[in-house]
Each structure stands twice: as C-alpha cells, then as structure tokens.
C-alpha cells in the first residue's frame, strides 16, 4: 500500500505555504502540486476550524483503526523564521496523548524537516486531518476546498488519478 500522499494524494495539493501570494500553485517534478495560501483567506481559515472542531471523529476512527478505514494523515502546521507551511504527515499514531506521524512530501520552504522525518504533531498545530473509508474522503477540509477551487477538468483529473470519493 502506497502511503498517504505519494499514493492517493499525489496529484494534489501536498503543502499549502500561507503568504501574501494569492492562489498561486507550483508545480514540482515527481512532487505533489503546492497552493499557495493568504493568511487571511476566510474560506480556508474556515475549513481548518472544521478540521480542528471536527477531530474526535479522526481519533475515533484512529482508535478503532480496522481495514476499512485507510490512509490516516494530519496536516500540520511548521513555522520557521517568517515561513508558515502546512505539511501532511503520514503514518499517524497516537500515543501518550500525542500524535506522532512521518513527512510524507517534500516541503517548499521548511527546511527543518524532510521526507521520512517522523515529527510530533500537537492539536494546535492541527490544520485538517483525513482518511479514507471504502474510498470516501472523511476530514480532508482543506482538499475539498481547493478542490472546489479547480477548474471542472482539474477536478476530473483528480478525482479520477485520486480514486478517492468526495462529497
């Protein structure tokens, strides 16, 4: 089984880089496309309260982690200097009350992390959490909100290389 992003997210969005460029998305060779963020786009700032508000239903899921339910991730927010990315990491766990998981892409502008790094990830710094259950998206606030973003043929492509369902 691939994991989190290299796999069923790869054709997506893998960072979000919060700055003063509206709506910008790079490309990167054999790397999942990056949008780029403001800080202050309400629409997002509203989807990662979601996610927060919503994440005991992430934690149930985790907690009673059978086969149908796959592909765990959280988003987590790094901040270094004046850089802010929110990153998905992969592999999650939850032990001692905290969670744990690995870099699942290439970041864009961290450079204190890399692919592979397993990293605490603490519940402030949670910007949207996801998995999948009989391929349908479950969380994923932030994904069904840049998804929207696309155009009718962006949205075709991913939903057809992703596999995943989302309503």
């Known amino acids: 089984m691939k994991n989190l992003l290299r796999g069923t997210l790869s054709v ?49 899921a985790l907690k009673n982690n059978t086969r149908i339910f796959t592909f765990f991730g959280l988003k987590k927010r790094f901040v270094e200097n004046d850089d802010v990315e929110h990153i998905w990491i992969g592999n999650v766990k939850f032990e001692n009350g905290k969670y744990f998981g690995v870099i699942d892409n290439l970041p864009e502008k961290i450079k204190d992390v890399k692919i592979g790094d397993t990293v605490e990830i603490g519940k402030s710094e949670i910007s949207d959490w996801m998995y999948i259950k009989n391929s349908q998206l479950h969380g994923g606030y932030t994904i069904r909100l840049l998804r929207n973003r696309m155009s009718e043929l962006e949205r075709k492509k991913f939903d057809r290389e992703s596999g995943m369902k989302i309503n």
Do not use: G, H, W
């Open 12 to 60: 997506f969005i893998a960072i979000c880089i919060l700055n003063c460029n509206s709506n910008n998305k790079v490309e990167r060779k054999n790397e999942p496309t990056i949008y780029s963020v403001d800080e202050d786009d309400a629409e997002m700032n509203k989807a990662m309260k979601t996610a927060k508000q919503t994440l005991d239903s992430f934690n149930y």
